[in-house]
């Protein structure tokens, strides 16, 4: 888990030296919004306080190393607005709640804080980030394309894979998106168990 200001401050500088028209608007929507500090999900990667901006970062640090391993010619700008903003979706998405487990030792029911999901505008997942944005910045085609295939065939019936995989011929850092958010989700990022804290991840980790 990584500090929520420094991630907070890297990401700010990211977005701002894109020099994009209207990216100040974009900025200004995260820090008014809970995108610094939400999770990433409510049960699985990041599912912490500052868990979604983190992932964001993490996915542009992997997305900008595919660029140059597979020599795949994204503009800095293109790879900072697809990773970091990929999954702006997710803003307002989630909220602190009680819920309920049972104690596998005690076999008992016991509270716990955890979060959440309420999606009140269900119009896709990728759709929605690319919809968000567009109401503060202009995106390319293959802005569009990457945004919103970044989960790959996640949730898709056969004609939309069919879909996927004509984008992916388009466009190959949609590809490159899409692995990249799988690898920051499965291979980086951290996951709590229910109402448990950093140490006791860190112990279960070593088990």
């Given at each position: ?134 109401q503060f910045i202009k995106l390319t085609k293959d802005e569009i394309l990457m ?61």
């Amino acid at each position: 888990m990584k500090d929520i200001q420094e991630v907070k401050n890297k990401i700010i500088d990211l977005l701002s030296s894109t020099g994009k028209a209207g990216i100040d608007k974009v900025v200004k929507y995260l820090e008014e919004t809970d995108f610094f500090i939400a999770p990433a999900s409510t049960n699985y990667h990041g599912n912490y306080e500052g868990g979604l901006a983190e992932h964001s970062l993490n996915v542009y640090e992997l997305l900008k190393a595919k660029n140059s391993q597979y020599d795949l010619g994204l503009s800095e700008d293109t790879m900072i607005i697809t990773a970091i903003l990929h999954d702006v979706c997710k803003i307002n998405l989630y909220h602190k709640c009680t819920k309920n487990r049972k104690n596998d030792k005690t076999q008992k029911w016991e509270s716990y804080e955890g979060y959440g999901y309420e999606d009140s505008f269900p119009i896709g997942h990728g759709e929605k980030s690319i919809i968000k944005l567009q109401q503060f910045i202009k995106l390319t085609k293959d802005e569009i394309l990457m945004i919103r295939w970044h989960m790959g065939a996640n949730g898709e019936n056969w004609q939309n894979t069919s879909s996927m995989s004509n984008a992916f011929g388009m466009c190959k850092g949609a590809l490159a998106l899409h692995t990249a958010d799988m690898e920051a989700s499965y291979l980086l990022e951290e996951h709590f168990e229910p109402g448990e804290n950093q140490e006791q991840t860190r112990l279960r980790g070593v088990r």
